[in-house]
């Protein structure tokens, strides 16, 4: 349903072009849940964001449905069906809760106030509140993945859906990603979760601007654990022993 073929990105810091991606090659099939996970920095929300049409590649392309989107910006994309969750969503004052969801729902099937009750907040509350810094953080987060679930497209990137969450509505959010999941969705979550990780059928692990390793759930995860492990143990010298066995 999605694909990205052979994206390079440069992004512009201080006058300097710096190289983000190299060579991505990522397809994203109908019915399936993907993880993108990968150390801080690695190009996680860079892939999502050229997804999504918020950063436009220095090379390759976008396709969805065998279409070429690449030259399409974010509300074009959206409109065909595209939707993005940000891992720090952004705040508008004046508008309000319910101004939002009747936005995202005019390209969905007409979802009501139940996308609130499904993430832990109740309408009464929330729909006449504004979107600004009256909200906390974990609540701003709860709305935005509210209005993903009204817009109902099909395609949902969530990134890191689990950041400045608590633990309860992380439990709870879990479930409201699974079970909104169907069989003409492409669901792709950025996380370190180890229970999202576990959810998804397949798992695509970023290092520096590259697809590093991509599989099965249970085939990838015990790497990428044992990968991890390692790196983390190599970071002390007083450890040596216990990497002894480590993949060099």
Known sequence: MLKLDNIYLELVVE??????????????????????????????????????????????????????????????????????????????????????????????????????????????????????????????????????LAQNPKVRIFDEPEAGIDLWSFEQLIDVIGDSHREDTTTVIISHQEKILNMVDEIILIEEGTVSMRGNRDKIWPQIKESAQCSCRRSCRLEEELYADCPR
């Open 15 to 148: 006058g300097r072009s710096i190289p983000i991606l190299h060579d991505i090659e990522l397809d994203f099939q109908a019915g399936k849940m993907y993880a993108l996970t990968g150390p801080n920095g690695s190009g996680k929300s860079s892939i999502a964001r050229v997804a999504m049409g918020i950063y436009q590649p220095t090379g390759g392309k976008v396709f969805l449905n065998g279409e070429d989107i690449t030259a399409m910006g974010i509300t074009e994309r959206a409109r065909m069906g595209i939707g993005y969750a940000f891992q720090q969503p952004p705040r508008f004052k004046g508008m309000r809760v319910v101004d939002m969801l009747e936005l995202a729902m005019k390209h969905s099937d007409g979802l009501n106030c139940q996308v609130l009750r499904q993430i832990g907040l109740c309408p009464d509350d929330y729909l006449d509140r504004t979107l600004d810094n009256s909200l906390s953080g974990g609540e701003i987060k709860r709305i935005e993945i509210a209005t993903l």
